[in-house]
């Protein structure tokens, strides 16, 4: 993890500002955070000393259950919050946050701004409309499984986890995900393969296709 000083700093802060979604300034301690993929943004189990706000870069949500297996459960991207149950609930069990691409963030220290935020009316309304767009696409996402063929729920989940053209999630990781086989997934995998979506080289899978991948992932966006 870096952190960012003097001049490069101030740029982000005045081209990516996020003022606009409070009512009091935060800059003065705000501090701004680089993760490389697969850095821990936070660990499972520890609370955060930060409050972040996304500026670039995408993120996995994980948690362990009881028996030890661990779940993939949801993605952050780009404009989203991180470490927001935390900030509101004393005590919370934490997930485990992980950058699935390089992940910039703002970085506001809640031993400094917990008091201000949970009495900013302003920051209250923007979170609440945050967290009820979250639940809506929780809820959606656990209805797809039954309603959209692999391949386009495949392809959604491609580009969501790609960094910079390469794909390689653990087959048991998708599996847990999507609700589906092994052997289904690497079906629908050669498929795409086969049709020019996707180069295999080794473990990794290249995008060739990016547009045909969005055309079967739109559907469940809703574009």
């Avoid at 780009?78 to 004393?90: A, F, K, P, S």
């Amino acid at each position: 993890m870096k952190i960012y000083k003097g001049a490069k700093k101030q740029l982000y802060l005045e081209t990516n500002s996020i003022g606009h979604l409070f009512s009091f300034p935060v800059e003065e301690f705000m501090e701004i955070h680089e993760y490389e993929r697969d850095d821990w943004i936070i660990q499972e189990d520890t609370r955060p000393d930060y409050l972040f706000y996304v500026i670039e870069g995408k993120a996995k949500i994980y948690i362990t259950h009881q028996n030890g297996k661990v779940s993939l459960i949801n993605f952050i991207n780009e404009n989203e919050y991180i470490g927001e149950m935390e900030l509101l609930h004393d005590v919370y069990y934490t997930k485990g946050i992980q950058a699935s691409t390089k992940t910039i963030c703002f970085a506001l220290p809640i031993y400094y701004y917990r008091k201000r935020l949970l009495e900013d009316a302003k920051f209250l309304r923007e979170l609440t409309k945050f967290l009820s767009l979250k639940a809506t696409t929780m809820a959606a996402k656990y209805t797809q499984s039954q309603a959209f063929p692999l391949e386009n729920r495949l392809a959604d989940f491609i580009l969501q986890t790609s960094d910079e053209g390469v794909y390689k999630e653990k087959h048991v990781t998708v599996c847990d995900y999507l609700g589906v086989s092994y052997r289904h997934l690497l079906h629908v995998l050669t498929q795409f393969c086969e049709r020019g979506y996707l180069h295999k080289e080794g473990r990794n899978y290249y995008v060739k296709q990016y547009q045909s991948l969005h055309e079967l992932a739109k559907v469940l966006r809703n574009e």
